[in-house]
């Protein structure tokens, strides 16, 4: 038996203000998916959520109307078949619709995986660590090898001296490359810029680590001067660092040369800090980018993270995470009863992910890629001019195919193209699936939803006057 | 900017005994997949894996080979093709082959989605809260919320009181779970006992814990007495328990009803300690069973987890994990960006699994799932008394369908029917793939390779006898 470790233990989290619960949702069925059910099937009302959030303004709207499970012991076997048929019918046709309008969100919904349908016949499970077979025969360890290969080359790392698997996102991804920093320095403290992905900050609560929030530039780069000012203020302890290639909002990336130059300014050696790369999306992309500052395993980083299912594309979220085969020694440990090794954060793992990827590679090769980055690059540009030329303040980092602007103020149209908001901006992400045809339809019709709002705040005044000083027609 | 919490931070974990790597692995392609790209594409050695375990064996074998990615530049469009087209079907034949003969792990691989094939085609990703809508459009949450529906009426808990969402694996079950109750209980210690699953020992770790093994009864159990007198040992600290609801390796089922008698015996008042039920495979099952002990929010447990490609069945791993509502409040803050929460471990998540789940509730009803179950435990029993009647050891736990065994000598058998392992036993967990006709096949051929290792051995005495005295022929 263990016995209690002898450490010192963080006392309770800073409670959240405590608010009235918001009142309970209504069953608003989705309209298109409960068509197929609707007045025949045990309807459930939709889940209340009524849990307060720890900071931040309370999201209350938006509640998920929920679609029941039939009751299959009440129907015969005919009916539901129908029934079941119908819904996803519907279904499909919404996620038509859906994907057919998305800009906000760093997908590339444009991939073709048909040759693989057959796999879903299959229970595909990469459980435990890539490198080691378990004793379960229905995985797929060959794929993901060839992939981590396939990255380890774009990130110029030797076969022998990386470690990495498939993640289910990127903040998986994160949360392994932290918890390894973490590992390799017990004391370090976590800096990140206050741009950066939530999952970065998830970790160090969940890790009980210190954290940093360092401010960040107009670009969304990470305040190199708050950061040296930081680093040299905690220089007893390591120093664990997010770097952002791309962050989520503006697609901003901190320069990860002037980091390392920052470090050694600041007298932190090699041993003495841990850096981490959230690549999530254009980790992807800035290998592709002749003028970017190299992200590589030749610069003294610990890790990389990049997502799957953006810049690649894929029907289900996935992602990668790379770090030094060295440093895994500290967080992995065999498990008999999977005959491999437990050094990923989750134990059953997708094994249809890593054959995703395997054909994208293959199919489209480094110079597929490449075309698709520059085209990505090439709309964001147009994007952003059109929008200069319809009047509407915009915002492109040089390194990045995220178009920033004003927040469109009819919620009808941001929730039509899907648009990511934060604050009084917007974005979309050019993907490969946006094509120009599709910025056509979208900038004119941002410059209709602006032209009724405009019309209708006009009028509002004209309506005031009206109230305050009676019609003027009626004099 | 955020100020350095004044916490202290636990120092260096014990650091692993240093063993000196393993050689590299040989390319051992695979035979059935590499047959299609063989000699052709660049072929990358396959990966070296260097690192060393914490604790417990060294694992130096299985290697995996890779299949790399094929060079896209250098090959005609037709051609490539071709290679790829052959990789998918060699691969397809491998997966049929290893699907069929498949025993030891808890995978009901017994299912048929024909109906959703269709769905592959959109990138469906739940990112964020299942109960508050994202801006992203393509997701399907109000299947996730249905299903949640379901498990919330299965283990007796009101609609507007639960809070869940459908995780990737029942890892990830197991990591929020104890991550809640950290959060209630942030000084609190993890009792678990050592015949528990990995994951929640790798939750201490990672969360920075206290945490204490508890042994176990020879069923399986956790030792009772012995949690007890751990429970008095430290009373001075609330109490997170993880409670299995059937073991990984036996199937054995924590009395939770017992738990809870001890923890009043011992003084642990409901809000000192947060009970955690991890029914990865039993959970799903248990609340058909008859004579079991009853699962249920009723009773002041915290969590449950089970999870969804184990006894439900599915092509990608999945799971539940549920909780109260009140308790998620101390996990969850507000994202802008996804206007939605963050209140679950993985950010962007996999939209497909709940609609195999919801297909497959649906489909069998609650009555069909009684059936499984039944069909499990019966064929379950009829493997153990097989068994015994071949003459070999076996024990079933009474609430369980995982069959455990003396342990196949034959690596080859072991590796054929997939078979895990710990120390000297194996086992075969019966799902309801696992009919009446391969529980033949198998126990004929397990019988078969105790022979042949039985006869070996018995001729290497005769051969030893031989080099000692000499040929007695030739006398």
Known sequence: MDSIL???????????????????????????????????????TSAAYQALPVSGALITHNYTPALPVLDADELDKEELEARINKVIEDY?????????????????????????????????????????????????REFEIGVLQWFARL???????????????????NLHGILVGREMLP???????????????????????????????????????????????????????????????????????????????????????????DGALFGMMIPFVKRAPMVTFKKPIGSISVSGHKFVGSPVPCGVVMTRLRYIKGVSSDVEYLNSRDATIMGSRNGHAPIYMWYTFTRKGY???????????????????????????????????????????????????????EGDIAHVVVMPNITIRKLETFVQE????????AVSEALRL???????????EEE
Chains 1, 2 share one sequence.
């Open 446 to 453: 941002l410059v209709e939803s602006r032209a009724r709002v």
């Open 187 to 277: 004391d370090g403290i976590l800096y990140a810029s206050r741009e950066t992905h939530y999952s970065v900050f998830k970790a160090a609560r969940m890790y009980r680590m210190d954290a940093v929030k360092v401010g960040t530039l107009e670009s969304g780069e990470i305040d190199y001067d708050e950061l040296r000012s930081q680093l040299a203020a905690n220089a007893a302890r390591p120093a664990i660092i997010n770097v952002n290639i791309g962050t989520t909002v503006k697609g901003a990336v901190d320069d990860l040369d002037r980091v390392l130059d920052i470090l050694k300014e600041t007298g932190y050696t090699e041993d003495r800090f841990f850096i981490h790369c």
């Open 6 to 44: 002898p450490l010192s233990v963080r006392g309770p989290l800073p409670k959240p203000v405590t608010k009235s619960p918001p009142p309970r949702a209504d069953s608003a069925e989705d309209e298109l998916v409960s068509s197929g059910v609707d007045g025949a099937s045990p309807r459930a």
């Open 462 to 472: 004209a309506e005031a006057a009206r109230e305050r000083h009676g019609d003027d």
């Open 155 to 173: 990130w110029e790392i030797e076969p022998h001296e990386f470690w990495g698997y498939i993640t289910n996102c990127g903040t998986e991804g």
């Open 367 to 421: 110079e597929g890629l490449r075309k698709d980055v520059e085209k990505c690059l090439r709309n964001a540009h147009l994007l952003k001019s059109m929008l200069e030329k319809a009047g509407v303040k915009v915002m492109l980092n040089e390194l990045s195919s995220t178009v920033v602007f004003e927040r469109p103020r009819e919620e009808a149209f941001v929730r039509k193209w899907q648009l990511a908001c």
């Open 92 to 140: 499909k046709e919404k996620l038509q619709l859906r994907t057919d309008h998305h800009m906000g969100y760093p997908y590339n919904l444009d991939f073709d995986y048909g040759p693989l349908e057959g796999l879903q016949k299959y229970c595909i499970n990469n459980l435990g660590d890539p490198f080691i077979e378990s004793n379960y025969g229905v995985h797929s």
